[in-house]
């Protein structure tokens, strides 16, 4: 039970880990630009091109300084040969002995030195080589980067220009959020200058002060009375010849009586102005009819038998 337990936790660690890593490597993609990856590239491979010409230097130095110690070497085998030969001409055989067997021993150095310089001559020779193929490595790799770079950044410009037409790209996007508030504000402001405008014309919104100008009033009214009248002589001018000869039919019935009448009328009218209104017409009384003589009668009796109200006067009576 205890293994199994233990085997669970190791499988639910395995899987949170490899999640984590996918978010990681998600999140790296998203950020990863292949350009800056690249210089990156191509930075390294130039640390390690002057690493290895930094070791062709260094082999090349020990080669000159085995070399250095071979001319020594040589010089004084050189200079231990001629000491031998000089003894043995002056009868010193132990002298040249002696020099013949320092000769020797450098001789033997020589030989060790010889066979390094050789060997650092040929690692020096492979560096160079290594060296030069890497550099022209490093020169191809340049060019394709900068190549790459141009067909990414081209893409990339392209991308964004497909997706500032097609309106899905964020900028373009919050642009025409702009554009549409900026609209709405808009189309808000003239709808409340075109309301406070008519508030204006109406009268309703007046001056700081509460009054207003009574010649522009009087204006106004006088405005609106001409407008009045001309209406007025629109819709007369609509008559049909029918119903002015009726107008006037009805006008010719009322006599001289109803020309007198508008006489006074048509006076007050040239005193008030050309834009007073008119005054209502003036209807002469019609004659009242005379009524049917009726004789009241007190208990029965006719008003002529009643004394003070009909017949014959009685005396006394004027």
Known sequence: MYMKGTAARMGVMKRVSLVFKAKANKALDKMED?????????QRQLELLTKVRRGVADVATSRKRVELQMNQLQQSANKLEDQARKALSMGREDLAREALARKSSAQSQLNDLQAQYAQLQAEEEKLTVASQRLQ????????????????????????????????????????????????????????????????????ALDDLGGHRDDI????????????????????????????????????????????????????????????????????????????????????????????GLGGEPQDGDG
């Open 136 to 203: 022209a490595k490093v020169d191809a790799f340049r060019t394709r980067k900068e190549t790459i770079k141009a067909t990414y950044t081209a893409a990339e410009a392209q991308t964004r220009i497909n997706e500032a037409f097609s309106g899905i790209s964020e900028e373009m996007g919050d642009v025409g959020m702009a554009i549409q508030r900026a609209e709405d504000k808009t189309a808000q402001m003239q709808a409340r200058a075109g309301a406070i405008d008519e508030l204006m014309a109406s009268g």
């Open 34 to 42: 292949p350009r800056e990856t690249l210089d990156y590239s191509y």
């Open 216 to 307: 522009q009033s009087e204006l106004d009214m006088i405005s609106s009375g001409s407008d009045v009248e001309s209406e007025l002589a629109r819709l007369k001018g609509e008559l049909t010849a029918s119903q002015r000869k009726q107008i006037e039919g009805s006008g010719a019935n009322g006599g001289p009586q109803a020309a007198q009448a508008q006489q006074p009328q048509q006076a007050q009218q040239a005193q008030q102005g050309p834009y007073a209104p008119p005054a209502p017409q003036y209807t002469p009384p019609q004659q009242p009819q005379q009524a049917e003589q009726y004789q009241p009668t007190q208990a029965g009796l006719p008003v002529a038998d009643l004394p």
